[in-house]
Every structure is written in structure tokens, then in C-alpha cells.
């Protein structure tokens, strides 16, 4: 089963208010929360990180900052709040270091990323490459913003899941049932959704909770079929 990780966020930034945007989701069946490193204090974040574990579900921060001070900066923020997962930023070596002992599984970028919000360039070799070289370095898992790619992108997952034992997240512009499905037919791990979700994008007409329940749905199905 592909694994769904919603995002509370919108365009790269977490919702200033996101804790009562997941109090008002907590028990739709969702079993993965996060946000982005940008957007809240370091103390709002602490405050929904607690909100999201008092629900048993799993916390996950994704670093989208542009500099190298700001991914360290973010890094060090989240050896202080431990959420389950750091997920993002280019920079690895510097990163563990800092997250060494905390018990925060790691998942970086591979690939060249520019702007914000975040978009992937670079050959699917280079990426391959990235990807391998991480994979070497010990991290838990590989982040790859594969619809935010200007390629072919159901080769780009194909290729990244092939050149790795690591579990592969797919985030960035997941916005459609048949999105959902094609990565979890590349052999994807899991997928993000932030904006889609709070847009309407999955299910025309349907809350917030309704948009959630159509992505639970089709990574179960995609599991089944």
C-alpha cells in the first residue's frame, strides 16, 4: 500500500493555521502529517508536532529553504522537536551530524532543486547518481519532487526506486486520483499532499475531509489492484 502523507500546507508554506486545520481532519483515517520548515515559529511548529502525535499519527517536516544557513538553521529546529521525519533540503552530511542521536529519520532531496516552490531539474541519470550517492551517506529514505520535474516522469520514479533499497517519497503537485496511482505503479514508498487537498483539487465540490478520504482511497486501491 502507498503511504499518504497530508501536508498542511499551501505553496511551498505551512498554514498559519494549521493546528485547527488538523484538529478539523485529525479522524478522517489519515496516519501521516506534516508541514514545511517555513511559515511557522520554531515554537508553533513544537506546538503542532504534540497536536499531530497526540492523534498517534506520524510527524513529518519538510525543509524547503533556499540557503545553506537556512537548511541548517531548520535542521537544528527539528533535533529540538523531533518530529518522526526530516524530509527535504539538498545538504546531507551537515545534517546528519546535527540530527545524529535524535532518533529523526532523514529523507533529502536528490537532484538539482531551484525556486521556491521547489522544482526539480537535471538529467534522470544525474538523478540516479544523487540518489545512489545519498543512499551511501546513510540516510533513511529519498524525497524526490517527482511532479515538479520537467522530464518524463513516471522513467524519472521507475529509475530512482530501481537504483535503491531506500523507500521513495514522491512530493510536489501530486494532484489527481490517476497521479496517486501512477507513482504507486512506479513502486513509490509514499507521496505528499498539501495544496491539492486544501484546493479541492481530488474531488470536486468535497471538504477538506472528502479530499482526504479520495487520497486514502486510492492509495488502498492502488494497493489492490
Known amino acids: 500500500m502507498i503511504e499518504f502523507i497530508f501536508m498542511l500546507t499551501r505553496d511551498d508554506v505551512t498554514l498559519k493555521d494549521a493546528r485547527e486545520v488538523y484538529a478539523s481532519v485529525a479522524g478522517t483515517g489519515i496516519r501521516h502529517v506534516g508541514c514545511k520548515d517555513v511559515g511557522l515559529t520554531t515554537e508553533e511548529l513544537e506546538g503542532l508536532m504534540d497536536d499531530i502525535r497526540s492523534h498517534g499519527h506520524e510527524t513529518w517536516i519538510e525543509v524547503v529553504s533556499e540557503t545553506e544557513e537556512a537548511t541548517l538553521a531548520s535542521a537544528r529546529a527539528a533535533a529540538e522537536i523531533r518530529p518522526d521525519h526530516l524530509i527535504g533540503g539538498t545538504l546531507i552530511e551537515p545534517v546528519q ?74 512530493a510536489g503537485s501530486v494532484h489527481s486520483v490517476e497521479r496517486i496511482r501512477t507513482l504507486d505503479a512506479c513502486g513509490a514508498w509514499g507521496f505528499t499532499i498539501g495544496t491539492a487537498a486544501l484546493d479541492g483539487a481530488l ?23
Open 97 to 170: 551530524e546535527i540530527l545524529a542521536g535524535t532518533g529523526v529519520r532523514f529523507w533529502p532531496y536528490v537532484g538539482q532543486i531551484v525556486g521556491h516552490p521547489c522544482l526539480l531539474r537535471g538529467s534522470i541519470e544525474d538523478i540516479v547518481a544523487d540518489t545512489r550517492r545519498a543512499a551511501t551517506l546513510g540516510v533513511d529514505g529519498i524525497n524526490l519532487l517527482a511532479y515538479r520535474y520537467d522530464g518524463d516522469v513516471e522513467a524519472l520514479v521507475r529509475a530512482v526506486v530501481g537504483a535503491t533499497d531506500l523507500p521513495v517519497i514522491c
Open 203 to 225: 474531488v470536486d465540490g468535497a471538504p477538506l475531509s472528502g479530499q482526504l478520504q479520495a487520497a486514502l482511497e486510492a492509495a488502498g486501491a492502488s494497493a489492490r489492484a
